[in-house]
């Protein structure tokens, strides 16, 4: 400050005098500015944004509560009426009141509403506070309020009481959630599953360990892998709950948390202008649940769309959990582990508090109705008949007491002694013995209770939790559904809104070449691979117009880390040099880069290109130009017989000499081996990557059998897409030649059928039970020979019947898929077994470890090794071969 003074003296040096008096005049606020804003935002962060560890509460939560405990009544109140009274502690409007008092009760854990409070499904807003009502709930008038362990202040204004904090004896922080921004801070509690919670606190209790994570109102489905405890830098990815109900139609049944349905249906509409995903129209029947229907043109994959839907849209959400509490009138940082512990020992502390009241005031009531009893019981309200003066009784009946109070618990005091002269002589004359004798009996068993309770108040803590779950956790279960989700690759599942254009002989690829040659469907986020005649290639984003490189002899959508695209390549070796040929995969590059295929030498020229995406080897013809003494100038060369190396390796020699021309001959069989599939139950996704259950190894022809819980059967060519429900019992390899045996419940005859089919219509999905509605599917057999075990009931008076084993192979022959079956038995059944099949030896079949394969890896050769030019194998599908003389 001295220097700003200074610098303000040297200012004001050669000013009039008038205007140096106001120079002099002018005061410095930046300290006040300092004051003013922390005292700003320390009152923001206290009073308004960060709930209390000890309640769980913001003060104006806490203050609502207030107001409509001192309502209560048993009947509902108008919510502006609740405001209105609120208003009596909370310095701010009745705007911020009757919002934060809607946001409680659409929690429906503690304020019974009556009305329309809006939906957090649709967005929809609460009607105005004067046509609403609300009540506190069972449960808060359970939980909330002990005036006996309150503490209290002053409201603002001085007028009135208020808690300092509630004794909520539950963690209701965690239940409820919160969420504020204060001045410099922030918080993020996620709401946690009521008896999840209840559970936790019981563990934490007895000492075992527990684990709490975030459960939403509006469901779905979370993957809480990287929760952090609700710590700075956790992370919860939330998914919308879709499914297929046809092959034209995807329904959203449960939403992400923090979005409503209008939300997620923008989300997605501005998902399908931008062509991301393509979808025909969106069908909004939300009500009391959500059922948003999406309706799909004909020829878009459901599957695809599901992942697009969770890339593109607001069907998949992360949020970022920020656990920021008021402790001691300061914001700490906690971890929902330690709330949650810290909540419970808070309520011991105040079961603690209450028993030690409650033990105080029942040892109270026995001693005063011991002192009853002897004043009634030795007549000792005779004693004051003589007395004049008021200390004569007081001191007649002290007098009378002295003997007959040795076994009291205390002394008497004066306050007692008045106590009992404000007995009426009603309550002396009709005075009971017996029954004044039952009422010690009871007070000292309770007193005994209570004791027990403190001595064992753990025990009594866990019993307390215990009680409450059993009170008020029905109908409470946990809604979202906790799954690892498989990451969604964006280029794998974008729809493909855009078309790709080459000019070959310039060199441009792009979208805005319309004139020009088209090569295929792309989308904006793509990226392309490029190769030229000069043996270049490169991979770059989709653009409006991007020079390669003249001469360009393929271009294509580039697909990371894919060992399955292989090249053939025939190159010349500079001006005048060598032939060389070579496979190769491109799994991984550097955008934009410009690699070289041909090695280093200038002038160099691809002779012969293709590109396969199933590993085809082709059988090309080689022609020489004729020079010198030459005897051969053709032979054929079999790209099967060249391994599939790394795309820098120079490879295989085929000629020193000139050549004319390559032709093809014969296009080829795939060389790569049958892929295998794994299903991962923890995500319900196809992968490739060795995780989970091994199906088997699928060539192009080749199904899955999938059969769900409902009696659905279907075949399907495996697609990494691919969705799966929960209620899939059934899910593996289809062998066309396997009869399927299917135990079920015909509703209509109330018996047990069997049936045997083969699927006939692979394309075909099939309901495998009768339609009515009480029919359900017991059992399926997937083995060529199964063995079912039927138990029976036990009838009255009888003995049970014997198990029945039931070959199927033979109890029934193989009919057709809508057959209704065979009667299993007309006996009550109790439940049927799986048994181990018979032996079975199926037809012998070429397997994949039998076929000749390449391997896939890329392996470095030694550019000595050169194909034998006579072997032959098969044609290639893309038929992609190009011609350079």
């Given amino acids: 400050m001295e220097d700003e003074n200074e610098a303000v003296n040297e200012a004001g040096q050669g000013m009039p005098e008038e205007q140096e008096h106001d120079q002099d005049a002018l005061t410095r606020v930046t300290g006040m500015y300092k004051d003013w804003f922390l005292d700003y935002a320390s009152y923001v962060i206290l009073e308004r944004a960060v709930p209390a560890i000890e309640d769980g509460l913001k003060p104006v939560q806490r203050r609502i509560m207030h107001a409509l405990k001192e309502m209560d009544d048993g009947r509902y109140n108008k919510v502006a009426n609740v405001v209105g009274h609120t208003m009596q502690y909370h310095p701010h409007g009745d705007a911020s009141i009757a919002d934060a008092m809607v946001q409680l009760g659409q929690k429906e854990l503690l304020i019974d509403t009556q009305g329309n409070w809006g939906n957090i499904l649709t967005g929809d807003g609460a009607a105005a506070p004067r046509y609403i009502e609300a009540r506190l709930s069972k449960f808060a008038l359970d939980v909330v309020f002990s005036p006996k362990i309150t503490e209290w202040q002053l409201s603002y204004d001085g007028r009135k009481k208020e808690p300092v904090n509630l004794p909520v004896k539950f963690p209701l922080l965690l239940a409820q959630g919160a969420e504020g921004i204060a001045v410099g801070l922030s918080t993020k509690i996620l709401p946690h599953n009521f008896n999840e919670l209840i559970d936790a606190s019981v563990k934490h209790l007895q000492g075992k360990r527990f684990t709490l994570v975030p459960d939403f109102p509006t469901g779905g489905i979370i993957d809480v892998t990287n929760y952090n405890d609700g710590l700075r830098g956790g992370k919860v990815r939330t998914r919308a709950r879709i499914s297929q109900r046809d092959k034209n139609t995807l329904v959203i049944t449960e939403i992400p948390f923090g979005t409503n349905t209008s939300s997620l249906i923008d989300s997605i509409l501005k998902a399908n202008d931008k062509g991301k995903i393509k979808i025909k129209r969106i069908e909004d029947n939300t009500a009391a649940e959500v059922e948003i229907l999406v309706h799909l043109p004909s020829g878009i994959s459901p599957d695809k769309t599901i992942d697009a839907l969770y890339a593109f849209t607001a069907c998949e959400t992360s949020i970022s959990p920020l656990g920021c509490i008021i402790e001691d009138n300061k914001p700490i940082f906690m971890g929902v582990t330690e709330m949650l512990e810290r909540s419970t020992e808070h309520t011991v502390d105040m079961l603690r508090e209450e028993l030690e009241i409650q033990l ?335 199906l088997g190894e699928f060539t192009a022809e080749d199904r899955l059998l999938i059969i769900n819980q409902k009696g659905n059967l279907k075949t399907v060519i495996p697609d990494l897409n691919m969705h799966f429900d929960d209620n899939m019992i059934v899910l593996e390899k289809w062998d066309p030649d396997k009869p399927l045996s299917v135990i079920y419940w015909e509703g209509s005859k109330e018996l047990f059928y069997v049936k045997r089919f083969l699927v006939e219509q692979p394309d075909r999905e099939e309901h495998i039970i009768t339609d009515h509605p009480k029919s359900y599917l017991e059992r399926v057999f997937t083995d060529y020979r199964p063995i079912a075990e039927v ?28 057959a209704m079956g065979n009667q299993l038995t007309r006996e009550k059944v109790l439940e049927i077994n799986t048994l181990d099949p018979l032996p079975y030896e199926p037809p012998k079949k070429l397997q994949a470890s039998e076929m000749e394969v390449v391997d896939e890896e890329d392996v470095a050769l030694s550019e000595s090794e050169n194909p034998d030019p006579k072997k032959k194998s098969g044609p290639d599908e893309e038929g992609q071969g190009k011609l350079f003389e």
């Fill in 360 to 694: 105080g005031e029942l040892e109270e009531q026995w001693h005063f109705a011991s002192l009853e009893r002897i004043f009634i019981e030795e007549r000792i309200y005779r004693d004051i008949e003589e007395e004049k003066t008021w200390d004569g009784v007081l001191k007649a009946i002290a007098k009378g007491l002295a003997p007959h109070t040795n076994h009291l618990k205390r002394e008497v005091t004066e306050e007692d002694i008045v106590r009992l002269t404000e007995i009426r002589i009603k309550r002396i004359s009709r005075f009971d013995l017996d029954k004044a004798q039952e009422h010690l009996d009871n007070l000292e068993a309770r007193i005994a209770e209570t004791k027990h309770h403190l001595a064992h108040l753990t025990d009594y803590a866990i019993s307390y939790f215990k009680e409450l779950k059993k009170k008020y956790g029905k109908g409470r279960e946990r809604k979202s559904e906790i799954r690892v989700f498989d990451d969604i690759e964006a280029t794998k599942v974008v729809i493909r809104n855009t078309k790709l254009y080459v000019n070959r002989e310039e060199g441009f690829v792009g979208t805005s070449l319309k004139r020009d040659e088209y090569v295929t469907d792309c989308s904006d986020i793509d990226d392309i691979i490029v190769f030229t005649e000069a043996g270049e290639m490169m991979v770059t984003k989709v653009d409006s117009k991007i020079f390669i490189g003249k001469n360009i002899i393929h271009v294509a959508v580039f697909k990371k880390k894919d060992k399955r695209t292989t090249y053939n390549m025939i190159y010349k070796e500079g001006r005048g040099g060598a032939t060389y040929v070579k496979r190769f995969n491109v799994t991984s590059i550097t955008r934009d880069k410009l690699y070289s295929l041909t090695g280093d030498k200038a002038s160099s020229q691809v002779l012969y290109f293709t590109a396969n995406p199933n590993g085809e080897a082709e059988i090309v013809t080689v022609l020489l130009r004729q020079a010198g003494s030459i005897k051969k100038l053709k032979w054929d060369l079999d790209f099967a017989d060249v391994l599939i190396k790394g795309r820098n390796a120079k490879g295989n020699l085929v000629t020193k000499y000139a050549v004319k021309r390559i032709e093809l001959k014969e296009k080829g069989l795939s060389t790569l081996k049958p892929r295998k599939i794994w299903f991962d139950e923890t995500v319900l996704r196809l992968n490739v990557d060795d995780r989970g259950e091994l």
């Fill in 791 to 818: 138990v029976f009931a036990k009838k009255r008076g009888q003995e049970r019947k014997p198990n029945l084993e039931v070959n199927l192979e033979e109890f029934i022959a193989v009919k057709g898929i809508s």
